[in-house]
């Protein structure tokens, strides 16, 4: 008895234990949940910061509480594009802000048309005699798309600036499936239809890269225009051309070669650079760190500048990421989610709706699902409007054609009409392993689809009928969106992909502009005056326990800059760099054997458009990828 009692008791030890933990961590969550709320009286005068770590995104996504824990809470931080211009445009006007203060030590990057409104934003500020200064250990393609546009560039001595251009490596797995003896079936239209070469090919199509080249190469130009208009010291030409001979002539110090071809106007440590904003926008008393400066967050400087409220309400609906069937999102685009968001807003006091797209497109039938509910909108008399982000292809481009009017920007990737599917057969791979099929059919279809026999010539027949049957779907509703003949349609459709100038000559998208833009043309097509209207974006309230548990994982939220150094914030020098296109290339390959091995129907989906930010991951597409991947390790162990 005497030894039981001991058992008993240090298990009710174990328990109270367990208990006073799981106490103390929802305690220390709540506090932390409550105290990221930021509080409009923590504003003062000074400068207001913007800590740009991780990505500039759409719509931000929500973290997954089961992936988080999965993935030890590496999660990547992400900024909403609309929160960033908002600040800058309340700063702009703001008596307390006496300048702006951009750090972008471990910002990895964001969306081309994200960058220019950004930019934008940043010289409304300087409009009004406000310095706008940025901080960069390392500057690249977007970090330079930016910092053209501030009043004062620094660059700490121990950094750099390299400006890459669009463009990089396309994985092809033609080759390895043909060592898995694995058949990719693929059903497609479209000339140019480049998203199905991958499982197919061991190099790009002539048509696909002739395609491509045609896009970057526009995007390219975009860039460079804009750098060069707002920072015309700058010396492009000579970066661009030679950079190899363009940092020998600085005995390799990269930081001495940014500041001598214009990139850059100051070098200088974290401590020079405060100072320097110290000038400006007054010390910190409560703060005597060398370096400090009077400034205000972005988070606390947003609540005290709320959105605008008053007036009749205009929705705003995002379509932001890959399109897929179910519930999805945010910053995944699930057909579900979605449909539900507009029918519940259709019986609410709207004047007309706006649908913000920055999608490479996905599932069909999802797709289709968010045209039908945007439909409804026009059905009912409002106007709809549709504004192009960064990509607005295939999918993205199914659902606009319920729009009465498209905006895009110069930089936006459109297009991309076509459609596919991609069915994996193992057929081969079981005879490898000695497993042979042997069928009875009492029609051509019997057993169909059959993915270890193999497919019949009426199921591969019937397949691409359906896929063609699709993508005449797609003409027509393109056709009839933009007063097209299906021939025309047709003709710039394909598969190819179009930056926006291109798209609005070929009659793509009605005019240039950005989502104010498009909100305005909806407050005029429903008679409001200015100041009579406000964006009510159609979002579904956080879960508190989601919330509570994203929190207490640590969702990646959380300020971290280079000076205190963080392994799941990427970001920093140029080799920090290098390592973030390393795990993009990653990220893309997992993308690819996810969309091989899933479950996915036809899709409208653009692989040729440039990859979006990277989005955390579900608890159940992390599981399946760790699976997918496990297995093909333990197939390639035993050959």
């Known amino acids: 008895m005497g030894f039981l009692g001991k058992f008993w008791r240090l298990l009710v030890g174990i328990k109270d234990a367990l208990v006073l933990t799981f106490m103390l961590l929802f305690f220390l969550g709540l506090f932390a949940v409550l105290s990221a709320s930021p509080s409009p009286a923590q504003v003062k005068d000074g400068a ?61 990057g964001g969306g081309q048309v994200h960058m220019q409104e950004i930019a934008e934003a940043m010289d409304r500020v300087r409009k009004t005699e406000k310095p706008v200064l940025t901080y960069a250990l390392g500057y690249g393609d977007d970090h330079m798309h930016l910092a053209s546009h501030a009043s004062e560039v620094w660059l700490d001595p ?31 239209v479209g000339e140019f239809k480049s998203a199905v070469e991958p499982y197919l090919l061991n190099s790009m199509s002539p048509e696909a890269r002739r395609n491509i080249e045609g896009l970057y190469g526009a995007l390219w130009e975009e860039w460079q225009a804009n750098v060069a208009k707002a920072r015309p010291a700058a010396d492009l030409e000579r970066v661009l051309k030679d950079p190899v ?62 959105a605008p409220s008053s007036g009749k309400a205009i ?11 179910g519930n999805a999102g945010p910053g995944r685009a699930g057909g ?113 689809p059959d993915v270890l026999g193999g497919f019949t010539p009426e199921t591969n027949a019937i397949l691409q009928a359906g896929v063609s049957d699709t993508y005449s779907d797609f003409v027509a509703l393109v056709s009839e969106a933009r007063g097209m003949s299906a021939q025309q349609v047709d003709a710039v459709g394909q598969g ?86 390393r795990d993009r290339a990653l990220a893309r390959l997992l993308a690819d054997a996810k969309r091989l091995s899933g479950r996915a129907g036809v899709q409208a989906y653009c692989l040729a458009c440039p990859a979006l930010p990277a989005q955390p991951l579900d608890s159940a597409t992390s599981r399946q990828t760790l699976s997918t991947w496990q297995a093909l390790q333990a197939f390639m162990s035993s050959q």
């Open 48 to 108: 207001l910061y913007i800590d740009l770590t991780g990505f500039v995104v759409e719509e931000r996504s929500r973290i997954d509480p089961l992936a988080a824990l999965v993935n030890r809470g590496d999660t990547p931080t992400q900024h909403q594009a609309r929160d960033i211009v908002r600040a800058l445009d309340a700063a702009a006007t703001d008596d307390r802000i006496k300048a702006v203060v951009m750090d972008l030590s471990t910002f990895v």
């Open 158 to 188: 121990m950094g750099g600036a390299l400006i890459s251009g669009p463009g990089g490596s396309f994985l092809f797995y033609a080759e390895l499936l043909e060592r898995l003896n694995i058949n990719a079936r693929v059903y497609r």
């Open 245 to 306: 001979s363009w940092v020998e002539a600085s005995a390799g110090d990269l930081a001495e070669a940014s500041l001598a071809a214009g990139l850059v106007d100051t070098l200088g440590n974290r401590v020079e650079f405060g100072e320097r904003v110290a000038e400006i926008a007054g010390g910190d008393e409560w703060d005597d760190t060398p370096g400090s400066y009077a400034k205000t967050d972005i988070g606390p400087f947003l609540a005290d500048n709320p």
């Open 315 to 325: 929705a705003v609906v995002t379509v932001s990421g890959e399109i897929v069937d």
């Open 336 to 448: 579900s989610r979605i449909e539900r968001l507009l029918n519940t807003a259709l019986n609410d006091e709207i004047a007309g709706l706006v649908v913000r797209v920055n999608s490479p497109g996905g599932s069909v039938l999802a797709s289709e699902r968010i045209r039908v509910a945007i439909d409804r909108y026009r059905a009912k008399g409002l106007p709809v409007a549709v504004s192009f982000a960064n990509v607005a292809a295939s999918g993205g481009y199914w659902v606009a054609t319920a729009g009465d009017r498209i905006f895009a920007q110069p930089e936006t990737v459109t297009g991309s009409i076509g459609v596919f599917a991609i069915v994996p057969t193992f057929e081969d791979t079981a005879r490898r392993l000695g497993v042979n099929a042997d069928a009875i059919r009492t029609t051509p279809l019997s057993g169909q």
């Open 496 to 581: 190819r992909v179009w930056d926006g100038g291109t798209a609005r000559q070929i009659k793509l998208v009605d005019q240039f502009g950005g989502l104010s833009d498009a909100l305005s043309w909806v407050a005029a097509q429903a008679k409001l005056e200015d100041g009579g209207w406000h964006p009510r974006f159609l979002e579904e309230p956080i879960d508190g326990r989601d919330a509570l548990i994203a929190q207490l994982l640590g969702s990646g939220n959380a300020r971290m800059n280079a000076d205190t150094g963080s392994a799941s914030q990427p970001g920093g020098d140029l080799f920090a760099m290098a390592a973030q296109n």
